[in-house]
Antibody, heavy 119, light 107 residues
Framework: QVQLVQSGAEVKKPGASVKVSCKAS????????MHWVRQAPGQRLEWMGW????????QYSQQLQGRVTITRDTSASTAYMELSSLRSEDTAVYYC????????????WGQGTLVTVSS | EIVLTQSPGTLSLSPGERATLSCRAS???????FGWYQQKPGQAPRLLIY???YRATGIPDRFSGSGSGTDFTLTITRLEPEDFAVYYC????????FGQGTKVEIK
């Protein structure tokens, strides 16, 4: 069965960077896009960006352009999201999500990783 | 950038009642890239509806989606106790967007 397993919770200071991993299993990793979505406390879901796991091409949200980097390691079936210059407003649960082919819907999600930014 | 606005913000209903949730897009969107998600506290979102009206795998038939253009609807015909949650609409465009959510709570 398809599973996306994310790395554990992080606590970071303002200005630092965080890197969250998302290990996929149960399907051919390179044939699906992987997206990252975050959710600040009590807020709506916010799309951050995505990576074509096959060729590594990426696209990022305009709001986060320049601070977010998404990469992948096909040999490990793992996608990564790194966010730099952290601010308190970046405190959120970060999710990876696989796109259902041809529909643009996120059919499988990771369990979420809480990133807390606090001095 | 397309903005998705959901209404109402909160829906207070009893088990067995019908729930009707709305999502309006700021401009016409392709229904084939429109979906609905359910989220319970402490959990990741769960895909319910894709392509505006197709139920995802394992989703009960009491959930249905409809709509096109700028107006979309999620209907839950008879609320079960496990259906009380927050529901988000979503459009997968060049910059995917989510609505602000509708909370379905027990009356």
């Amino acid at each position: 069965q398809v599973q996306l397993v994310q790395s554990g919770a992080e606590v970071k200071k303002p200005g630092a960077s965080v890197k969250v991993s998302c290990k996929a299993s149960g399907y051919s990793f390179s044939t699906y896009a992987m997206h990252w979505v975050r959710q600040a406390p009590g807020q709506r879901l916010e799309w951050m960006g995505w990576i074509n796991a096959g060729n590594g091409n990426t696209q990022y949200s305009q709001q986060l352009q320049g601070r977010v980097t998404i990469t992948r390691d096909t040999s490990a079936s793992t996608a990564y999201m790194e966010l730099s210059s952290l601010r308190s407003e970046d405190t959120a649960v970060y999710y990876c999500a696989r796109v259902r082919a041809g529909t643009g819907s996120f059919d499988y999600w990771g369990q979420g990783t809480l990133v807390t930014v606090s001095s | 950038e397309i903005v998705l606005t959901q209404s109402p913000g909160t829906l207070s209903l009893s088990p067995g009642e019908r729930a009707t949730l709305s999502c309006r897009a700021s401009q016409s969107v392709a229904g084939s890239y429109f979906g609905w998600y359910q989220q319970k506290p402490g959990q990741a979102p769960r895909l319910l509806i894709y392509g505006a009206s197709y139920r995802a795998t394992g989703i009960p038939d009491r959930f249905s989606g409809s709509g096109s253009g700028t107006d979309f609807t999620l209907t839950i015909t008879r609320l079960e106790p496990e259906d009380f949650a927050v529901y988000y609409c979503h459009h997968y465009g060049s910059s995917p967007q989510f609505g602000q959510g509708t909370k379905v709570e027990i009356k």
